[in-house]
């Protein structure tokens, strides 16, 4: 089964395993907010937050017709106990066993489901800097975020400035600030609020229904 979730990304042309993770801003469940492993990330192949029906139920959720599920696996140990008397004697033997344990779970996108909202604010962001080479190259390979360069001048000072326009998660503001503070302190900074966000990383316009 995960064989065949591998190569059917495969043949869509995603290789998994080239595929830039980041952690808890990229695949999480949406009840624990734990992320989930990189296999489970490379399987499901989509980020986000994922639930599982019964989750989703306990929160008066309800999934999208025609919604497909992801799977996720579970690796573990189960340890149980065996009593066992022996015979013509009163001592009983007591043996631990422990043995491997797969389990898989079918869960789903939370922008398959209705009744709840999502836990991750995406957060449209402007910078607006001086002239910064690569700049695109520098934000994306740090946040994994796409980034649109535009070209802007000071309308007093008449300054070239190079403008940052990216979304990205609540939890990457923080490092945004940092990057953009490194090359230039006085840089020119918005961060705003969105409801919806379609594109690579967030939601895919393909899929509205």
């Not at 801003?25 to 192949?45: C, D, E, F, H, W």
């Not at 449209?124 to 946040?143: K, Q, W």
Request: charged share 25%; proline share 3%.
């Amino acid at each position: 089964m995960v064989t065949d979730r591998v190569i059917e990304q495969m043949k869509k042309g995603i290789i998994p395993w080239q595929r830039p993770w980041t952690g808890t801003a990229g695949t999480i469940n949406y009840v624990t907010r734990k992320p989930y492993s990189l296999l489970n990330q490379m399987l499901l192949g989509r980020e986000g937050e994922w639930i599982t029906f019964k989750q989703l139920k306990e929160r008066g959720g309800s999934i999208k017709k025609g919604a497909k599920a992801g799977i996720v696996v579970y690796y573990g140990k189960y340890t149980y106990t065996k009593e066992e008397k022996e015979d013509g004697q009163e001592t009983t033997v007591v043996e631990e066993h422990t043995i491997p344990v797969l389990r898989y779970y079918n869960v789903f996108h939370i922008n398959d489901c209705t009744g709840i909202e999502s836990k991750l604010e995406s957060k449209p962001a402007a910078v607006a800097t001086e002239p910064i080479e690569r700049a695109e190259e520098i934000v994306n390979g740090a946040l994994h975020r796409g980034v649109t360069l535009l070209d802007g001048k000071g309308a007093y000072s008449g300054a070239h400035r190079d403008v940052l326009m990216c979304v990205i998660k609540r939890q990457q503001i923080g490092q945004l600030k940092r990057l953009v503070k490194s090359h230039d302190e006085k840089a020119f900074f918005i961060v705003t609020n969105a409801k919806n966000v379609f594109g690579n990383g967030f939601e895919n316009i393909s899929e509205v229904r």
